[in-house]
């Protein structure tokens, strides 16, 4: 059968009183997109329409300064299997406490042999 192209998927966390103004601002980039919000929490999960060869580049020419720019954190919960994302594409630059975890995390596994390869970041 024909199997129905991934959509770009995006999950992102705002203010709630941010949420109307990021959903027009997101309804310019992309008219084509569905969102689903829920009043009072500020989560939105957000089904977009770009042709998969764009959607690296629209995350991060577009997509995540939006975002940003209203104060809130988006991660990339689905896209298409030929659009090939790195770590900071799907989860964004690490914030403010990436620091604090990777100094807890050296402090008490210096060796690394806890989990190797599955912490925030791998440099």
Same mark, same amino acid.
């Given at each position: 059968?024909? /199997?129905?192209?991934?959509?770009?998927?995006? /999950?992102?966390?705002?203010?709630?009183? #941010?949420?109307?103004?990021? @959903? $027009?601002?997101?309804? #310019?980039?992309?008219?084509?997109?569905? @969102?689903?919000?829920?009043?009072?929490?500020? @989560?939105? #999960?957000?089904?977009?329409?770009?042709?998969?060869? &764009?959607?690296?580049?629209? @995350?991060?020419?577009?997509?995540?300064?939006?975002?940003?720019?209203?104060?809130?954190?988006?991660?990339? &919960?689905?896209?298409?299997? $030929?659009?090939?994302?790195?770590c900071p594409a799907v989860w964004g630059p690490p914030g403010d406490g990436a620091t604090v975890m990777r100094a807890i995390k050296d402090r008490f596994?210096? #060796?690394?042999?806890?989990?190797?390869?599955?912490?925030?970041? $791998?440099?």
């Open positions: 059968g024909l /199997q129905t192209p991934t959509p770009l998927t995006v /999950q992102i966390g705002v203010l709630p009183g #941010k949420t109307v103004c990021l @959903i $027009e601002r997101l309804r #310019k980039l992309d008219p084509d997109c569905s @969102i689903e919000a829920h009043a009072g929490d500020g @989560i939105l #999960k957000v089904r977009l329409s770009f042709e998969p060869r &764009l959607v690296a580049e629209a @995350i991060a020419d577009r997509l995540r300064p939006t975002v940003t720019a209203a104060g809130g954190r988006m991660i990339v &919960l689905a896209h298409p299997p $030929e659009t090939d994302l790195d596994d210096p #060796k690394g042999i806890l989990n190797p390869g599955r912490f925030v970041y $791998e440099s």
